[in-house]
């Protein structure tokens, strides 16, 4: 009888089991715990609740809900945010700095007249009207479950509503806080009469009348503010 060599079958497979244990052993990287940027996976969970709030609204959800849909334990929710509520006021406060942070807005180009600027405004609502829909939707919902006492002292919406009118004053080089809420009460209605009305509201028609009506109203505002001396 042969003795064994290493190419005997069942030699063969013991070596080859022992060299995967031992590579399962000293494979450190495998028993590394693993690194978790918290932020940054608050801000996945997050994006991926927006979609679930989205399409299904706020009122209608539940955290159990969330979870399933999103794919994570209700525990994990529960362990970033200790409600629907606050969940739903990190999301706004979220995607508020998203929408208004530079490199976002550098996607509106550099328009040098106020015409050509709402133009752009405009147009860089109309690329991205679904989103903006839903985003208008969801505040709806969420408003439609708490009393205007409520929301006047909700600070998360409150600083919301700044950071969007501070994004349109820079843009559009105005000061005034007043005409900034305006042009976003405009945007605003625009998209919701757009949901039951669709096309017939033009965009581009709507964005020339909003500059026709905005540029004589700068040209007096400027006016009325410039310097005695400038005015003489």
Same mark, same amino acid.
């Given at each position: 009888?042969?003795?064994?060599?290493?190419?005997?079958?069942?030699?063969?497979?013991?070596?080859?089991?022992?060299?995967?244990?031992?590579?399962?052993?000293?494979?450190?990287?495998?028993?590394?715990?693993?690194?978790?940027?918290?932020?940054?996976?608050?801000?996945?969970?997050?994006?991926?609740?927006?979609?679930?709030?989205?399409?299904?609204?706020?009122?209608?959800?539940?955290?159990?809900?969330?979870?399933?849909?999103?794919?994570?334990?209700?525990?994990?929710?529960?362990?970033?945010?200790?409600?629907?509520?606050?969940?739903?006021?990190?999301?706004?406060?979220?995607?508020?700095?998203?929408?208004?942070?530079?490199?976002?807005?550098?996607?509106?180009?550099?328009?040098?007249? =106020?015409?050509?600027?709402?133009?752009? +405004?405009?147009? *860089? !609502?109309?690329?991205?009207? &679904?989103?903006?829909?839903?985003?208008? @939707?969801?505040?709806?919902?969420?408003?439609?479950?708490?009393?205007?006492?409520?929301?006047?002292?909700?600070?998360?919406?409150?600083?919301?509503?700044?950071?969007?009118?501070?994004?349109?004053?820079?843009? =559009?080089?105005?000061?005034?806080?007043? +005409?900034?809420? *305006? !042009?976003?009460?405009?945007? &605003?209605?625009?998209?919701?009469?757009? @949901?039951?009305?669709?096309?017939?509201?033009?965009?581009?028609?709507?964005?020339?009348?909003?500059?026709?009506?905005?540029?004589?109203?700068?040209?007096?505002?400027?006016?009325?503010?410039?310097?005695?001396?400038?005015?003489?």
């Amino acid at each position: 009888m042969s003795g064994l060599t290493l190419h005997h079958p069942p030699l063969l497979k013991a070596v080859e089991g022992l060299k995967f244990y031992l590579y399962q052993m000293f494979d450190i990287k495998r028993w590394m715990p693993k690194i978790v940027d918290h932020e940054q996976y608050r801000k996945e969970l997050l994006d991926k609740c927006f979609n679930v709030f989205a399409q299904t609204g706020y009122a209608a959800v539940t955290m159990r809900q969330l979870s399933l849909e999103i794919g994570v334990s209700t525990g994990t929710l529960y362990h970033y945010f200790p409600s629907k509520e606050s969940l739903f006021e990190q999301l706004v406060e979220y995607i508020s700095y998203q929408d208004t942070a530079e490199q976002n807005l550098v996607k509106l180009g550099s328009p040098q007249t =106020l015409g050509a600027k709402i133009q752009a +405004l405009i147009e *860089f !609502i109309a690329k991205q009207e &679904d989103y903006f829909l839903h985003q208008t @939707l969801m505040l709806v919902d969420f408003c439609r479950q708490h009393s205007r006492s409520e929301i006047n002292q909700n600070q998360t919406l409150q600083q919301a509503g700044q950071r969007y009118e501070q994004a349109v004053k820079d843009f =559009l080089e105005i000061q005034d806080s007043n +005409l900034a809420q *305006f !042009i976003l009460n405009f945007i &605003d209605g625009l998209i919701i009469r757009r @949901l039951y009305q669709g096309d017939r509201l033009c965009l581009a028609e709507q964005a020339t009348l909003l500059e026709q009506l905005l540029t004589p109203y700068l040209e007096i505002h400027q006016a009325n503010h410039q310097p005695a001396t400038e005015r003489l």
